[in-house]
C-alpha cells in the first residue's frame, strides 16, 4: 500500500514540475506605462561641514515615479529630513530640510525575476527651516529659512512581494549648493511601493 502512495506523490510533483515549465509567466517589471507611489523612512548621515554641526538623524518622504518603459522611469520625490545638532550643551529647535526632487531612474531588468536594481539621479530646491528660540544666554534667535538647489544620485532595488506591493530600499549622495560652498550628506531610505 505504501508504493501505492509513494507512486501517487512521484506522478503528481511530476506533473507539477512539467506543467510548470510550460506555463508562460507574466514579469510585472517587464511592463511600462503605470504609476507606483512609494511611502517610508530612514536616515541620513552629516558629511563635511554638516558632520561639525548635526548628528546622524531620520527622514521620511513619499515619491511618485512613472515608468515610461521597462529599464526607465521617472520620478518625483519629497523627503523630509530631520537634523540634530551634535552640541548638546546647545539649546535650540532641530533643524529641518526638505528635498523636491525630480529626475530619472534606469533599471536593471531580468526576464525571469521580479526584482530589479536601479540607479537613478535627482535635482531641486532644498528648503532648510528652523523655528525662532532663545539660547542659553538669553538672547533671541530668529528663525531661520533658505531655499538652494540640490542634486542627489544613488542606487536602490526593488523586492516583489506581489504583483503591485513591493518593497524599495535606496542609499543617495545629496549636494546642496550654496554661497561659498557645497553641503553634503548621505541617506538611506526603505519604504512600500504600490503599483497602480
Known sequence: MKKYY???IFILI???VTFSQAKKVERPQCRYNFLQVTAGGGFIQPVSYMY???NPSGNIGLEVAYRVN???????EGRLNFMRLQDNTKTGPPTRYMDVTLGPRFYFVSKNVK???FF???????MKSADAY???????IPSVSDT????NTGIGGELSFTDNLYFTVKGKYHTIFGVGGTITYFSGCGGLTYRF
Open 6 to 8: 509513494i507512486l501517487a
Open 14 to 16: 511530476l506533473i507539477n
Open 52 to 54: 561639525q554641526t548635526y
Open 70 to 76: 521597462p529599464e526607465v522611469a521617472i520620478f518625483l
Open 115 to 117: 526584482s530589479t536594481f
Open 120 to 126: 537613478e539621479t535627482a535635482m531641486g530646491p532644498y
Open 134 to 140: 532663545i539660547d542659553e544666554f538669553g538672547t533671541s
Open 148 to 151: 538652494k538647489i540640490g542634486a
